[in-house]
């Protein structure tokens, strides 16, 4: 009976240390939607400031409402202010 007792401590540390885990490590990969731009856009969620509307537009979806083809060098272009024309958001 004595040497079940003295077992006992010795087991019960291994299972309180096999139940601990370590600290998670939180600044290795950022977390999805956490990158933001100097506008405030998210670039992993696809979104990118357009100066024309004055706000966060994904290029494809604005391409497609505006009606100009898709692509980076389009959603430039297209988002790039107009000097005579006052700045509306799309709606």
């Not at 079940?4 to 291994?14: E, Q, T």
């Not at 950022?30 to 696809?46: K, Q, T």
């Not at 409402?65 to 430039?76: D, N, T, V």
């Amino acid at each position: 009976m004595n040497e079940k007792r003295r077992w006992v401590p010795a087991v019960a540390a291994l299972l309180l240390v096999a139940c601990t885990s370590p600290a998670p490590d939180t600044g290795a990969i950022p977390l999805p939607g956490s990158d933001r731009d100097a506008h405030g856009c998210i670039p992993s969620a696809g979104y990118a400031w357009c100066a024309r509307t004055q706000q966060c537009e994904r290029p494809w979806e604005l391409a497609e409402a505006e009606g100009f083809p898709a692509g980076q060098a389009s959603f430039e272009r297209h988002c790039e202010q107009d000097p005579e024309h006052e700045a509306m958001p799309r709606q």
